[in-house]
């Protein structure tokens, strides 16, 4: 029975062919192209697939059908048999249904020999997903539509000529199997898994290095960066603290510092130290020879090469700028501070002098050095060599500690004062030779030093230039027997005592002898003549002196000694201050009851004098001298220094009728202290001749002194002015330059003239 899906086939003449296993007519080469070699057209045979796999996805039963078939696959593919064929089974050999073709049409009775797929392989494949198997022959299927329709002209000939040719047999299958897979083949591994571990390492690897990027960059980056920063760091630079300044009574500058820079070498890295010598000798004012030196590599005492040498400390910082600009390899500026004088010798020996490391060395400098000095800072920073030269490098690490300035010294020195005492001192002092001088003026209220000069002085501003014996304080440090100006002090203590009133008179005489000394009177007053105390202090009596010594005993007139502050130092403040000596009792001898009272055998500062003298001034209490007013801090606050300890040594009335029996010393015509007397002012005062013991002997020339005060009647000041002439024969030029110093005085602080005349004295009464 013919298919009646196969259409009716023409023979090329154009006449049909029918029939059961005959030839049928070829109508043309386009039938032919529409037609596979089994019989059905490209487009049917796509349809029937698609149509057979859409049947098997929708059978809930195919999957246990496979199992229960053997494992034999039912892709759509028909399974190999060896066995008869099934009617309807294209066979093998001649079928008996209507074909197009001898031996080409499919049978409808049983093949004559064992029906096979010649393109199937024999061996037994392994059960195969089925969507996976249809979706392989749609592809299959595609691409031979797609090869059939590019050459369906050319198959359609060979299939019409290839029937022919073809030998008697089983017609052949129509659908083309594939080559099946061996049931024992074995398993292949799986390629995500292998993806899946190369990531998972590949992202570890990339965490880990992240993780020690964080650690480096985070955690230890401190410690990293502090290594590197050490490195570079050069050594700590000191910052100096600025050093307080020094200022008078009414705030007038006396020292202070100033910026400055200092000029170093490192020897080891000067290239040409010939020409950088010729290069800095004339900027600095250095020799050149000297600049050499410091120029060249040297060893130390340590046996280490040196590596910094000061070619010059407080340089202005202009100068600096000029070296600087030289840019000299090993050649270095760096900050430095310059103290500066402006009065250059005014008050030098008061104030000293300070070191290169600006450190008191001298004066109240030394003594007040830390109060003046202050903390330094401390600078750390990067370094880079930059030509030779140590540079900051900008933005890099830089610790800094602020130094802390020094306070500041207000004296009780008057500028203004201090300078005419000094000025009226040294022109009196040329009229002859004097080795030595001094001048102190007293507040005798307050103790305060207004003024206090030493000849001879120095340039406090270049003190490195001066002799060391001119930077002594001639005030505080020259010892030397008082002489006639410890003559009041005894009579102070025997009116103190009661032992003698301002009325008394004395037979002196014109000698007196103790132990083996006599002593006499440079005015000899004939014995059994009454004598005033006045008279007796005007002309100095010696003999009088020893007589009112007598009655008061050596115990209490070594008791008012210590009283008036002889002996021991008046603490005023300057470093290597004398303290004087009063003879002890148990060294008296037999002459010492004539010696000691007169001012022999006692050594006593000018200082010391004066002082005792503003006791007597001071209604009979003594007040220590001190020259630091108050100290100022940095920040501006102002702290009085304390205020010394006062003690009473005389009584008012005492003091007042001493001073009273003084003033005939200037009044008193043919006193020794008329050349001190001051016009318009009444003037009370004591001249003085005494000797220099140095080392137990007696120096030649004489030390001669004028102490006194004025306005007598309520004194306001003391000034003291003491000289050592070696050379003897200026006894006169104390008094004359106490006048000029008192003078000035008064009319600098404007203090009225005296509103009384002075007591008209009888010196026999």
């Not at 009272?597 to 005792?612: E, F, I, K, R, W």
Request: glycine share 12%; net charge neutral; with cysteine.
């Amino acid at each position: 029975m013919a298919d009646r899906s196969d259409p009716p086939r023409r023979d090329p003449r154009g006449s049909r062919r029918g029939g059961v296993g005959e030839p049928g007519p070829i109508g043309g080469i386009a039938d032919a192209r529409a037609y596979t070699p089994r019989g059905r057209t490209v487009r049917e045979t796509a349809e029937q697939r698609r149509t057979g796999r859409a049947e098997r996805s929708r059978d809930p039963f195919r999957p246990a059908l496979q199992v229960l078939d053997g494992g034999r696959a039912t892709s759509g593919r028909p399974p190999d048999r060896t066995g008869p064929a099934d009617p309807g089974d294209p066979g093998t050999g001649p079928g008996t249904g209507p074909g197009t073709g001898p031996g080409t049409g499919p049978g409808t009775g049983p093949g004559t020999g064992p029906r096979r797929d010649p393109d199937r392989r024999t061996t037994p494949r392994r059960d195969v997903d089925p969507d996976r198997a249809a979706r392989r022959g749609a592809d299959s299927d595609r691409r031979r539509s797609t090869t059939g329709r590019a050459g369906s002209a050319g198959k359609s000939r060979q299939a019409s000529s290839g029937s022919a040719r073809r030998a008697p047999g089983p017609a052949r299958q129509g659908t083309r199997g594939r080559p099946r897979r061996p049931a024992t083949l074995p398993r292949l591994a799986d390629p995500r898994r292998r993806l899946r571990l190369g990531t998972f390492l590949t992202l570890t690897m990339f965490v880990v290095i992240g993780i020690r990027l964080i650690v480096l960059q985070v955690v230890d980056a401190p410690a990293y960066a502090d290594g590197g920063v050490w490195d570079r760091v050069g050594s700590p630079v000191v910052v100096p603290a600025p050093r307080g300044s020094i200022y008078d009574r009414t705030g007038a500058v006396l020292a202070h510092s100033v910026a400055a820079r200092f000029v170093y070498s490192d020897p080891g890295l000067v290239e040409d130290p010939q020409a950088t010598a010729e290069a800095l000798s004339p900027l600095l004012g250095i020799p050149r020879s000297t600049l050499l030196d410091r120029l060249v590599p040297q060893t130390r005492e340590d046996g280490q090469e040196s590596r910094f040498e000061f070619l010059a400390r407080g340089v202005d910082v202009e100068l600096a700028d000029q070296v600087m600009d030289l840019e000299l390899a090993g050649i270095g500026v760096d900050y430095d501070e310059r103290r500066e004088v402006p009065g250059n010798d005014l008050a030098a020996n008061l104030l000293g002098f300070v070191g290169l490391d600006m450190n008191g060395l001298e004066g109240l400098e030394a003594r007040y050095d830390e109060v003046l000095r202050g903390v330094n800072g401390q600078r750390i920073a990067e370094q880079g060599n930059r030509d030779l030269r140590l540079a900051e490098i900008p933005g890099g690490y830089r610790q800094e500690t602020e130094p802390q300035p020094g306070s500041s010294l207000v004296l009780t020195i008057d500028r203004d004062l201090q300078y005419e005492v000094q000025r009226i001192l040294s022109a009196t002092l040329e009229q002859c030779t004097v080795s030595v001088a001094a001048a102190v003026v007293l507040d005798p209220h307050t103790g305060e030093v207004l003024a206090q000069a030493s000849e001879p002085t120095y340039n406090a501003a270049d003190a490195w230039s001066s002799d060391p014996s001119d930077r002594q304080d001639i005030a505080t440090t020259f010892t030397a027997e008082p002489g006639s100006v410890h003559k009041p002090l005894v009579l102070a203590a025997a009116l103190e005592e009661g032992l003698i009133g301002p009325d008394t008179t004395l037979d002196l005489g014109p000698t007196i002898r103790k132990g083996d000394t006599t002593f006499r009177d440079t005015r000899p007053i004939e014995a059994g003549v009454a004598t005033s105390l006045a008279g007796m202090l005007a002309y100095s009596s010696n003999v009088g002196t020893i007589k009112i010594a007598d009655q008061l005993g050596p115990e209490r007139l070594h008791a008012y000694q210590q009283a008036f502050g002889l002996g021991s130092p008046t603490g005023v403040g300057l470093p290597g201050e004398a303290s004087g000596r009063v003879l002890p009792l148990d060294e008296w001898s037999a002459s010492s009851y004539g010696s000691v009272p007169l001012g022999h055998s006692v050594d006593a500062t000018p200082l010391q004098m004066a002082a005792a003298y503003a006791a007597i001034a001071n209604d009979g209490v003594y007040v220590p001298p001190r020259l630091v007013r108050e100290i100022v801090d940095e920040h501006g606050q102002r702290t009085p220094t304390e205020a010394p300890t006062a003690r009473r040594v005389l009584g008012a009335d005492n003091a007042a009728a001493l001073r009273a029996i003084m003033e005939g010393v200037t009044t008193i015509p043919g006193a020794t202290g008329t050349a001190a007397a001051v016009p318009g002012y009444r003037v009370a005062g004591k001249t003085g001749t005494g000797r220099r013991i140095v080392n137990g002997s007696v120096a030649p020339g004489e030390v001669t002194s004028f102490i006194g005060m004025a306005p007598a009647d309520d004194p306001r000041y003391v000034i003291a002015v003491v000289s050592h002439t070696p050379g003897g024969g200026c006894g006169d030029v104390a008094a004359p330059a106490f006048r000029d110093m008192m003078r000035f005085t008064l009319l600098h602080y404007r203090v009225p003239p005296s509103g009384t005349e002075p007591p008209e004295f009888v010196v026999h009464p």
